[in-house]
């Protein structure tokens, strides 16, 4: 079903907004103003009959003028646990001489992707509360018409880790997150990006772990918020929303 049509059968009532071009071809609509209070909760709860997941978009940049992004379906071709090992060892590589001091205690072996956390909470009532949070903010709020939170990212054209990695093995890795630890994209902006978690660590080890994870993520939340995994680790324990974002 095309975007628009999607739209018009939308049960939910949306605020003045347009539909976003890519590439000649509708990829999303996005609101003209904030977004009220309830309405991404809304939007969320209708997504398993709209196709139309929400993201909160800060209005720090319109990242997606003139981006011609790539098919969701190229995400398929990424396997979250080798694009972890690439990245790992392509940074002992080129810090050979600096030593491994920031990966410790795995150092230059990358540990792999680590185990799913413990569910207790439902994944999807943790992002419609974090996601109301933000909205109290003043946000724009968009729709995009894919079947996971993770996809809206490749098909908004979202670029803002670019300085990094690509898009689409970031969303193979995000898709991981929502399967092991309930992950949800809620927020987005031209460099950052917000998601609820329902399965968070909760142990010193495996958050440990999760911040490796993480790190190849998004190095710079390690690199500049807390200087080493460990550190890093002991940030996200218990947190059920991991904010990123890159310079």
Known sequence: MELRDRLNDLNVELPEGRVVE???????????????TGLWAALRLAHATSGLW???????????????????DYVDQYDPDDFMA?????????????????????GE???GLT???EEER????VADMYAGLLEVEGVLIALVPVERSADALVAMGWEGAATHADTVPLTALLRSWEERFGARLVQAGATSLNLSVGAPPVVDEHALHVAAEH???CPDNVEQNAGTLSGYGERIQEKIAWPFRWA
């Open 22 to 36: 890519l590439a000649g071809e509708d990829a999303f609509w996005i609101s003209t103003g904030s977004a009220p």
């Open 54 to 72: 929400p993201v909160l978009v800060r209005e720090d940049r319109a990242w997606w003028e003139g981006s011609s992004p790539e098919s969701v």
């Open 86 to 106: 690439e990245t790992w060892d392509y940074w002992v590589e080129s810090h050979a001489d600096e030593g491994y001091e920031l990966l410790a205690p795995f």
């Open 109 to 111: 072996h990358c540990p």
């Open 115 to 117: 185990a799913a956390g």
């Open 122 to 125: 439902d994944p999807d009532s």
């Open 215 to 217: 790190w190849v993520f």
